[in-house]
C-alpha cells in the first residue's frame, strides 16, 4: 500500500525534531524521528492497525492514529493508499484537534 502525506504532516515531523535536536539533543531527535518513520512503515503493511479516534467520529472520514510517545499520528485509509494528515501533540487541547484536521490539505 502506498503511503501519502499532507504537507502539514512534513512540516511538523521537521519542527518536531528540530525542536528535540535543540532541546534534548541529536540522538532523542533521530530516535523519534526512526520510531515515526518505523510507525509509517508499519502502515503499509497493515494499514488497519491504528485505532479510531473518538474525537473525530462525527467527520465523514474514519480517522485513525498510532501513538508515539505524547503524539498521535493522524491518519485515514483510502482505497489504494494511506494518507496521513497530521502530528498531533495529545498534551494541546483536543477542541483544536477539529480545527486542525479541516486545514489540512
Known amino acids: 500500500m502506498e503511503i501519502r ?11 518536531l525534531v528540530c525542536y528535540l535536536k535543540v532541546t534534548f539533543g541529536k540522538r532523542i531527535a533521530f530516535r523519534v524521528k526512526n520510531e515515526i518513520e518505523e510507525k509509517v512503515f ?3 503493511l497493515f494499514p ?12 465523514p472520514l474514519v ?8 503524539n498521535k499520528i493522524l ?4 482505497e489504494n493508499y494511506v494518507f496521513i494528515h497530521l502530528l498531533w501533540d495529545c498534551r494541546r487541547d483536543p ?3 477539529m480545527d486542525l484536521i479541516k486545514e489540512v490539505d
Open 75 to 78: 491518519y485515514t485509509v483510502e
Open 63 to 70: 480517522y485513525r492514529y498510532l501513538v508515539i510517545k505524547h
Open 95 to 97: 477542541i483544536h484537534l
Open 42 to 44: 508499519l502502515l503499509k
Open 48 to 59: 488497519n492497525m491504528g485505532t479510531v479516534e473518538s474525537l473525530l467520529e462525527e467527520e
Open 5 to 15: 502525506s499532507s504537507k502539514l504532516f512534513k512540516r511538523q515531523v521537521a519542527d
